[in-house]
């Protein structure tokens, strides 16, 4: 990424002034929660625009977890799933940018969560219940002989998302302990048969 960006706008001053976005608008929510914008509507020059275009997908893909890890460090809460969209601008100059920053809260005003896969892919999760186990029809499915054919089930509860082990064989352990169930936190390591993902509340 940084040799392609070697000249003109780069994508870390992107990632520093959406930093800078984040703090400023944060803000403390009804229950003394801060939370921070979570939505990012990034308006480049058509040049940049047409230079970003080309790296699009690694590129928001890195600005959006930028944004995870700052929200992480800072105790920030999002009201949603963090989102990231290039715009074209026709009036700004080539090396210049603005931020458009919102508070986007998910479907049902339920607050963000996501199951971070082995391979790394992201299961965003909603009002939907999520089931994991071996059989197709779950919503993951896993190709791992020590999961159960219906292993556990994630469920939205109030503004976060908790586990729910639906007696499996050889049970699901968060953060190391074996549990039935449990309410999700940012972070939490869950454990069924050989297989590890993490949970992320953004």
Known sequence: MARAFRTGLRPVEVARRLIREMDDARVVDASGRTVTANHFAIRL???????????????????????????????????????????????????????????????GGRGAGALVLPNGERVLLGEEFVT???????????????????????????????????????????????????????GDQIRMGNTLMIFEAS
């Open 132 to 186: 994991i186990g071996r059989l197709p029809e779950c919503t993951i499915c896993l190709a791992d002989p020590n999961v159960s054919r219906h292993h556990v089930e994630i469920r939205p509860r109030g503004m976060g998302f908790q586990l729910i082990d639906l007696g499996s064989t050889n049970g699901c352990t968060v953060n190391g302990v074996r549990v039935g169930e449990r309410d999700l936190v940012d």
């Open 45 to 107: 020059s058509p040049d940049d625009y047409e230079r970003f275009a080309e790296v699009r997908e690694s590129l928001t893909r890195q600005l959006a977890e930028t944004a995870r890890e700052h929200a992480r460090d800072e105790h920030y809460g999002f009201m949603g799933p963090v989102g990231i969209d290039l715009e074209p601008d026709d009036h700004l100059r080539t090396s210049s940018f603005r931020i458009d920053v919102r508070l986007r809260e998910a479907e």
